[in-house]
């Protein structure tokens, strides 16, 4: 079975300042990991995906993940917060050997970002 | 881009009711999906489909169906709707991945 973990219901970071969205995740064989965020009142909208290669993904709008394999963590970070970036957001896994129905995803409860200006 | 449109922002509906959530998505994707989402709870799926006609269990189909008779077209049905099926509801597809989600039905059974 696949899961995936956020520990932090609400991450609350200064305009201007760095932030990391933290995520956990634990799969039989090797993951698929994926950002998404939500703005209020709208569906999800992709934002980066860690598949396979280089441990350090960049997504859209500014932000990139770091996958680390050994505290199996796939931490959602941007250098700078934007006012813009408050929403929620939710991490993903899907095991890469999931067999028939394999990409169905399994989220996280999201973590509710606030950039304060 | 991909399209999933959703045919209802806002529902109301009572108690009782049968209550269908359309879901179509333009880009020809053989698998689709639809989560109900709750404060706390994150994302849950309930149905998921792999091509025309084929469907499969989620973690929480119970009081669910759905139907795909089209591939561009994912239905859910709420049977006999009742209180506790107040929530969010997302729909999704995807090629291979990512998945595209609508901009979800807020649906409220009073």
């Known amino acids: 079975a696949q899961s995936v973990a956020q520990p932090e219901d609400q991450v609350n970071v200064a305009e201007g300042n760095p932030l990391t969205v933290k995520c956990t995740y634990s799969v039989s064989g090797n993951p698929y990991l994926f950002w998404y965020v939500q703005y209020p009142n709208r569906g999800l909208q992709f934002l980066l995906k860690?598949?396979?290669?280089?441990?350090l993904v960049k997504g859209s709008y500014g932000f990139e993940a770091e996958f680390n394999k050994s505290q199996t963590s796939f931490h959602l970070k941007k250098p700078s917060a934007l006012v813009s970036d408050s929403a929620l957001y939710f991490c993903a896994v899907r095991d890469i050997n999931s067999g028939a129905g394999s990409y169905q995803l399994t989220f996280g409860k999201g973590t509710k970002l606030s950039v304060i200006p | 881009d991909v399209k999933v449109t959703q045919s209802s922002r806002y529902l109301v509906k009572r108690t009782g009711e049968k209550v269908f959530l359309e879901c179509v998505q333009d880009m020809d994707h053989e698998n689709m999906f639809w989560y109900r989402q709750d404060p706390g709870l994150g994302l849950r799926l309930i149905y998921f489909s792999y091509d025309v006609k084929m469907k499969e269990k989620g973690d929480i189909p119970e009081g669910y169906s759905v139907s795909r008779e089209k591939k561009e077209r994912f239905s859910l049905i709420l049977e006999s709707a009742s209180t506790n099926q107040t929530s969010m509801y997302l729909c999704a597809s995807s090629l291979s991945r990512p998945q595209h989600f609508g901009d979800g039905t807020r649906l409220s059974i009073l």
């Open positions: 860690y598949i396979t290669g280089d441990n």
